[in-house]
């Protein structure tokens, strides 16, 4: 369960649930495989506690550019999926 950070202060930053998911995923990785740290202290021991204390104080976030190749990249797959039928 998540005390800290809210779970509301974290949907400040991030858009979903879903989006906040996978980045605290993927920075919890960068952590574990010895990326700086972001913040001088943390009330989480653990690296997916850490990932979101740093998503709430905003110093992780989701890249806008990645979001674009997404969006092209399910737009490409609908498509695909049309000329299959």
């Known amino acids: 369960m998540i005390v800290y950070p809210s779970i509301d202060k974290l949907l400040e930053n991030v858009n979903s649930r879903y989006s906040l998911a996978v980045l605290a995923s993927k ?24 990932a979101m204390e740093e998503i709430a104080a905003g110093n992780v976030t989701i890249d806008p550019d990645s979001l674009m190749l997404e969006k092209d990249a399910e737009k490409m797959d609908k498509l695909s999926q049309k000329d299959g039928e």
């Open 27 to 50: 920075r919890a990785h960068q952590i574990e495989a010895g990326d700086l740290k972001m913040l001088s202290e943390y009330k989480s021991p653990k690296t997916v506690g850490m």
